[in-house]
């Protein structure tokens, strides 16, 4: 069993998952402690961040919290788009 104390370690996940590929020779577990609604500053680790939408005020503010900065409303890098096929002159 491998413990990941915080899901929003990426160094701990990775190692996590290269012990996971490394057994083979028996069954592996890895546990990873989150926070519903992360970043979420009035809605974090409550069941309001599961049952009920963030709300345009909330959104704004989780945003500024992971991004360190003010982002649009509505936001998506180029290459995550691209897998759609998302057309951006069309879009324009």
Known sequence: ????ADANDLELL???????????DRP???????HIGY???HKQ???AAHGEPLGEEEV???KKFMAGRRMPSFWCR??????????WKARA
């Open 39 to 41: 970043g979420s500053p």
């Open 1 to 4: 069993m491998t413990r990941v």
């Open 78 to 87: 180029r290459a995550c788009a691209n897998i759609f096929g998302w057309n």
């Open 28 to 34: 592996t577990l890895i546990i990873v402690d989150s």
């Open 60 to 62: 704004r503010l989780t």
């Open 45 to 47: 680790d409550s069941n």
């Open 14 to 24: 990775a190692r996590a998952f290269e012990t996971f590929q490394k057994t083979t």
